[in-house]
DNA sequence: CTGAGACGC
DNA sequence: GCGTCTCAG
């Protein structure tokens, strides 16, 4: 057996688990799960943004974005993951576009040409595959940051799954990604894109009627350990990128549900 | 799934 | 620059 049909085998592993995760579920639990899921969708998406530190927030369709001029790519990249968002559509991969929306002018793809990185999606576009124009619109340099192949294809892609297994199983979540910029990063390319050293991911959703919170911080390497080792709190997010995440929350849910790191109430594939 | 690069028009 | 093809983690 080659590399390549281990992949496959493992990719349909994986929906397999979610389809018979999913048929597994008795009428009434599904019930409960859509209910969970209109509370999520009850939250506008202006209500769950983040704060700019960049002072350019750009929306699109399918997600929002703060883009850094200075490190020439987004600092956070926030969009609702829905399960309807999910679906098996092969859609051809575009080439990647210059933002027009960013009036500071986005970055260029050819910096990542022959850099070494990959062009690492921010909102996946395996996330955006419920439409063309969804899948097309990630491909904006404004979405992207230089990420390493092995890290992408490895504990990054990992925890992407991760975020999609659990807006099937939680009826959606709320995502937020990006990388810390800071001083003194590598940069690739005539216009200087960073490379940052540390990626993170925050995510919301409502289980059980409760809003959860779970935040990771996942050093810019490949790593084979499991991803729950990656979970830290939010305030620690923010401590680091500067950024108050979901600021309108209130306030006594959102510093206790920040200031937690507790992971258990999320269901970790490993 | 996540991506890159070569070649032809 | 776009389309098609091959390739790798």
Known sequence: MNKREVYAILTALIFLGVYVYEYSLNEEEKATVVSEGQVVKAHTKEYLLPTSTTGQV???????????EPHEQP???????????????NYKRPYFEIDKAVKTGAAHWNNYKNSGYDRGHLCPAGDRRHSLSAYKETFLTSNISPQE????????NNLEQQVRYWAKQYNGVFVITGGVL?????????EQVSVPDYFFKVLLSTQNGKTNMIAFLVPHKNSDRPLYEFVVSVDEVEKLTGIDFFSKL?????YKLEASNNSSTWDFYD
């Open 75 to 89: 600092e956070w990249v926030a969009y609702q993951l829905k399960k309807s968002d999910l679906s098996k559509a």
């Open 58 to 68: 750009v929306h699109h369709e399918g997600y929002s974005l703060s883009y850094s």
């Open 149 to 156: 192949h092995t890290f992408n294809s490895g504990i990054w």
């Open 250 to 254: 209130k306030d006594e849910i959102e």
């Open 182 to 190: 800071e001083e003194g990063l590598k940069s690739i390319g005539k």
